[in-house]
């Protein structure tokens, strides 16, 4: 049984340092996929869908936290996820401000749209793109970073302030 972690400070540098990746690309993404007990998946499921946040975001919060305390592991990797997993059940607000910062749209400045020529998921919503279906490109300050948006998740148009109509020119 693991205390909570996420209300912890951040994790003491001195015996973590070690083992920590260099901080020279700290944007650097790469995708994973892996394979989870389906009751794991269950929980993370509807653990996303309560916050309406992807499943990835989740994972991702989870798996920082978990890689924290890594350094001290002696279970398997599985049973400290799932570990991870009850604690963050009872710590939603910490996990809801954390995944705020993680959200995937959040420092997209516009949206381009485009035709897709090779299959993508959407970068929101992880729904299946085909290629020569519309997608839309989002910009953000990261060159390196591709987001890919399907129309459901391209944000709406917010209502007019409705105190000065203006005129058509
Ligand atoms: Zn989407």
């Known amino acids: 049984m693991y205390h909570a972690v996420t209300r912890k400070p951040p994790a003491p540098p001195d015996d973590a340092a070690e083992d920590e ?6 944007r650097k993404e790469r995708v994973l996929h892996t394979r989870v007990p389906a ?5 993370l499921k509807r653990f996303a869908k309560n916050l309406r946040v992807p499943v990835s975001n989740v994972v991702r919060a989870i798996l920082e936290d978990a890689l924290k305390m890594a350094d001290r592991a002696t279970g398997s990797v599985e049973d400290r996820l ?7 059940h009872n710590e939603r607000e910490n996990l809801q401000s954390k995944l705020k910062k993680l959200d995937p749209l ?3 400045l516009a949206f381009q749209p485009l ?5 993508t998921e959407c970068t929101a919503c992880q729904s299946s793109l085909r290629r020569g279906e519309s997608g839309w490109l989002g910009m953000t300050t990261d060159p390196a970073r591709r987001v890919i948006v399907c129309g459901a998740c391209l944000p709406k148009p917010e209502p007019e302030p409705n105190n000065q109509p203006k005129e058509p020119s």
């Open 21 to 26: 990746a260099p901080p020279d690309s700290p």
């Open 115 to 119: 035709v897709l020529a090779m299959p």
């Open 82 to 88: 799932k570990d991870v997993v009850a604690v963050v």
């Open 39 to 43: 009751v794991l998946e269950e929980e």
């Open 106 to 108: 959040d420092d997209v």
